[in-house]
């Protein structure tokens, strides 16, 4: 079983910058695959990005590519998203996800979620 919370949401203006953490606890953290997913209100949860144990492969969303760098740090059991020009449709809750072996953006493949952090963006 592996543990998530989330922090470092919040309310930013177009253009802002926010960095979410995942703060992860239970197991070993090295094992995991680890993703963000974001969901809006009435819409479906969706990926984000998501990275590999090592953290040497990454995949993102089109609709973050150049503006979102996901990261982790093995040794602080943490993963990280860095947001970078936000806009007003970034606006969603954000959860951190685990799963153990393969990489997959499908939400519904990944076991372990946190609460959730809100992030609002206003125009």
């Known amino acids: 079983q592996v543990q998530l919370v989330e922090s470092g949401g919040g309310l930013v203006q177009a253009g802002g910058s926010l960095r979410l953490s995942c703060a992860a606890s239970?197991?070993?953290?090295?094992?995991?695959?680890m993703g963000w997913f974001r969901q809006a209100p009435g819409k479906e949860r969706e990926f984000v990005a998501v990275?590999?144990?090592?953290?040497?492969?990454?995949v993102n969303a089109d609709a973050v590519k150049g503006r979102f760098t996901i990261s982790r740090d093995n040794a602080k059991n943490t993963l990280y998203l860095q947001m970078n020009s936000l806009k007003p449709e970034d606006t969603a809750v954000f959860y951190c996800?685990?799963?153990?072996?393969?990489?997959?953006?499908?939400?519904?493949?990944?076991?372990?979620w946190g609460q959730g952090t809100q992030v609002t963006v206003s125009s």
């Open positions: 990275i590999s144990t090592s953290g040497t492969r990454v």
């Open positions: 996800a685990a799963r153990r072996l393969n990489l997959y953006t499908d939400y519904r493949k990944y076991d372990y």
């Open positions: 239970g197991r070993t953290f090295s094992d995991y695959v």
